[in-house]
């Protein structure tokens, strides 16, 4: 039976380093002697690819190596349940995790590596005191407990980055870089990160998306129309919007959804000619691409003749021009001699409309609108504590339409959830098309500036948003949606929260060997409850947090069968050595019935059997019955 203990590669975040050489290997195995790469020999692999200037084009900074070995040091860190602060705990597939985003991206890598559809971030534009990152990273959990006030703090202070600490620009970049990085790392190949920011940092973001996504996945800029009125106030100009930039992660194969016609273009379709196909809006005919076989005359149904106009073309030869005609698509006018136009049919062009890059107010909302909306979800006693920076739902929706499919479980993270407009949105949509996308929301427990009664930090305020928002739209009448049919619409979310392991860390005390061996025995926190630990694992096997997961009680002890039998856990304290025989019988039965296509886990807690004896008694047991995989926390 092995151990997994928390300096065990399988129980922390993946290595990400270890990933990339396995990569790199089955890439170039050549170009590795002695498990270390021979860059001479890479760099002959990679021919004229090689960058060997020494002054190379790119996005560079004073802190970027660091940054970089951020997002490679894996977390030491887990996500606690919280059911008792989630909706619909049971059945949903949505998550709110509270915490620091780069401990918690982290975190998801093994479970989510390809799995999102749709990232959406609008992170603190860096406009003097809008963001705060941990003082130092050498244990970012224990320093995030102690800046969330989760612990005794030694003095640490949640800072916010100012102008006066001479790094600002830098300062941002550090804190973008690892994030975003790992970000990638979740998204499916066809998927796409769409990212809110203002002029302060645009530039470096742009630069830094490059780096990160690739020049060639860059999709667009988009500019969105924050405000319905300018500012005459402002110094020099008025500020009316802000940028959205969108990037694929594969662009060749990103496909963005078309959005739904509006009211005012459908409009725009009449069947002046009772038509059949349906109503039709009419296009020229002619272009000025020359056009070799676009020169000739043709005669309207009265006899009078047109001739392409000149510098333009028919965009149709002469014969498929007879025939569309003879197809009633050439529109001649209510007169019947007027300069020939082609008639297009609602029911034949795109479902939609491609989406464009000016997003007006009148369309996606503005940001009064946005906090008008706030305030609807939630009730504050100090408006100081309204963010600022809130987006409006219908722009959330808006890009939640371009990014995801109604038909597919499309996954939607946002990672600087601020109050939780991305959530809202997948909820809305959702319950407008019947759409099964999920959403992963991480939001810090950053205190508001007058914490609430009941709502303190801003991740009270994201839960508090969407738990309203959910309570609306199941409870709205219109009929397509109520309480019963919740399964359907899923309308919760299960509550996460950052904390240090369940696992005890390895960390003797050399003057005291005697009671570090005593205490390592249990190497569980005892304050940790099953719950908590059955999770920590789902996230070191890479399993989804919301898999099924159910129990039964086998030889007086409960096991738990996650993902249809994809792992097998008994957490309990004590398991009698007289009982592990039947144990071991009821789980292999179990498994048997459930029959999964792949290979189970078995996982049993390491201080529960009376000696070493009981543990190789069960082990041989389960081994009998095909199950492998043995192992004890
Ligand atoms: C610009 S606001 C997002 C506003 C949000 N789009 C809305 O409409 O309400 C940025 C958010 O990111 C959060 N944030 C900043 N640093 C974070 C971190 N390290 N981890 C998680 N959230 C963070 C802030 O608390 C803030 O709520």
Known sequence: MKKLTAEDAETRSPDVVAENVEQLKTIFPEAFTEEKVDFE?????????????EEKYGLNWHGKRRARQLALTPSTGTLRPCPEESVDWDTTKNLMIEGDNLEVLKLLQKSYSGKVKL????????????????????????????????????????????????????????????RLKLARNLLQDDGSVFISIDDNEFDN????????????????TVIWQKVFSPKNTASYFSEDHDYILVYAKRKEIWEPQLLPRSEETIARYTNPDDDPRGPWLSGALQARNYYSKGQYEVASPSGKKFSNPKGTYWRFSYERFLDL??????????????????????????????????????????????????????????????????????????????????????????????????????FAQNAEDGGRRRFILVQLPEPLPIP?????????????????????????????????????????????????????????????????????????????????????????????????IEQKSIAGKTVHNIGAGTLLVCLAEKIASAKVELL?????????????????????????????????NLTAILQQHGLENVRSL
Request: glycine share 6%; aromatic share 8%.
């Open 41 to 53: 020999v890479l760099k002959q692999l990679l021919g004229g690819m090689v960058e060997e200037r």
């Open 119 to 178: 990232i959406y971030i609008d992170p603190p534009y860096n406009t003097g005191n809008d963001f705060i990152y941990p003082d130092n990273f050498q244990d970012n959990i224990k320093n995030y407990l102690e800046l969330t006030g989760q612990v005794d703090s030694a003095g640490n202070k949640i800072s916010s980055n100012t102008e006066a600490s001479g790094r600002f620009h830098t300062d941002w970049l550090n804190m973008m870089y690892p």
């Open 205 to 220: 973001l742009r630069r830094l998306c490059d780096e990160i996504f690739g020049p060639e996945n860059f999709v667009a």
């Open 325 to 426: 005609d003879k197809d009633k698509r050439i529109w001649w006018g209510e007169s019947k001699d007027g300069v020939p136009r082609l008639k297009r049919f609602i029911s034949e062009v795109k479902s939609g409309v491609v989406p464009q890059t000016l997003w007006k107010y009148e369309d996606v909302g503005h940001t009064q609108e946005a906090k008008e909306e706030l305030l609807k979800y939630v009730d504050f006693e100090n408006s100081e504590n309204v963010l600022n920076s809130v987006k409006p739902t219908r722009l959330l929706r808006n890009i939640v339409r371009i990014g995801t499919s109604s038909d597919t479980e499309d996954l939607v993270l946002d990672f600087f959830a601020g109050s939780g407009p991305t959530g809202h949105a997948v």
């Open 452 to 548: 609430e009664k009941l709502v303190r930090t801003i991740a009270d305020l994201t839960k508090s948003r969407i738990r309203n928002v959910s309570k609306e739209l199941a409870e709205s009448s219109n009929g397509k949606l109520n309480l019963d049919n919740r399964a359907v619409a899923d309308l919760g979310f299960r509550v996460f929260k950052l904390a240090s392991s369940n696992i005890r860390a390895w960390d003797p005390n050399r003057d005291d060997l005697p009671t570090t061996l005593h205490d390592s025995i249990e190497h569980l926190k005892t304050d940790r409850t099953e719950q908590d630990i059955l999770f920590e694992l789902l996230l070191k096997l890479g399993l989804d947090l919301t898999i099924p």
């Open 584 to 616: 071991a019988l009821g789980i292999a039965a179990w498994h048997k019935e459930l029959a999964p296509a792949g290979e189970t886990t078995v996982v049993f807690r390491d201080s529960a059997f009376a000696d070493d004896v009981a543990k190789t």
